[in-house]
């Protein structure tokens, strides 16, 4: 009874172990991206009232968007998971190239319309003519970011689901910093850089989002083969 007892405990601890490494870069990831909006709204508020009220208003379109693509991501990665299980590398291929599909049809949607409506869009949300303008200054360089955020979120998704949960952490960490660093220069006029303001803090997190992007995708395709996907994977 003892050495069952024993047994039992050594098997749980070795679980609880197993689920604290992989859960912790999950939740350091999330903390990052909270702490990447914060700084976004803690360095706009410098500017502004009316700058930090245009963020904020642009940004309930990137929410719209993002609980869209997220729901598509979560969604296929709980598949690759069961998948991941069975070890069935063909179908893990066809869930993720059918969820970045759908991701990218939605997303290209967004971006259209960000692009060439963005004063409906915000008018959506405010009826404010100068926060309105203001934010359309936002919004149309940021839109462009929805492209690379959509890629990374669905293979970062796949990434969690496989027991991979650093890379993703890392693409977020960088990306903070890349974030961070480029708002301050932007924004204010730094290091010789033009001050551009609230089209500065576009313009730094468009960049964050890119090298975020770089990180997940070449890590993917540099190490994770399961996740590698091919053209003919998307045509599929």
Same mark, same amino acid.
């Given at each position: 009874m003892?050495?069952?007892?024993?047994?039992?405990?050594k098997k749980d601890k070795e679980f609880y172990i197993r689920l604290f490494?992989?859960?912790?870069?999950?939740?350091?990831?999330?903390?990052?991206?909270?702490?990447?909006?914060?700084?976004?709204?803690?360095?706009?508020?410098?500017?502004?009232?009316?700058?930090?009220?245009?963020?904020?208003?642009?940004?309930?379109?990137?929410?719209?968007?993002s609980l869209l693509t997220n729901a598509i991501a979560i969604g296929s990665g709980v598949l690759i998971a069961q998948l991941w299980g069975k070890k069935d590398t063909i179908n893990i291929k066809r869930t %993720?190239?059918?969820? *970045?599909?759908?991701? +990218?049809?939605?997303?290209?949607?967004?971006? !259209?319309? /960000?692009?060439?409506?963005p004063n409906k869009i915000m008018a959506i949300f405010n009826n404010d003519p100068t926060v309105i303008k203001i934010g359309v200054d936002y919004l149309k360089i940021v839109v462009i970011s929805y492209l690379f955020t959509t890629i990374t979120f669905t293979f970062a998704s796949g990434l969690r689901s496989i027991g991979n949960t650093r890379l993703p952490?890392?693409?977020?960490?960088?990306?903070?910093?890349?974030?961070?660093? %480029?708002?301050?220069? *932007?924004?204010?006029? +730094?290091?010789?850089?033009?001050?551009?303001? !609230?089209? /500065?803090?576009a313009l730094a997190t468009l960049i964050a989002r890119i090298v975020e992007f770089i990180i997940v995708f070449g890590g993917v395709y540099l190490k994770v083969d399961v996740l590698k996907l091919s053209f003919k994977d998307m045509l599929e």
């Open positions: 003892i050495t069952n007892t024993l047994s039992s405990y490494v992989i859960t912790l870069p999950i939740a350091m990831q999330s903390l990052i991206t909270s702490s990447l909006n914060m700084l976004d709204t803690m360095m706009i508020g410098k500017i502004g009232e009316l700058e930090l009220a245009s963020v904020g208003i642009a940004n309930q379109y990137y929410f719209l968007f %993720l190239s059918r969820s *970045l599909f759908y991701s +990218l049809v939605l997303t290209i949607v967004f971006m !259209i319309l /960000g692009l060439i409506m952490m890392l693409g977020s960490f960088i990306g903070l910093i890349v974030n961070g660093v %480029l708002n301050a220069i *932007l924004i204010f006029g +730094l290091l010789g850089a033009p001050k551009m303001g !609230i089209k /500065g803090a």
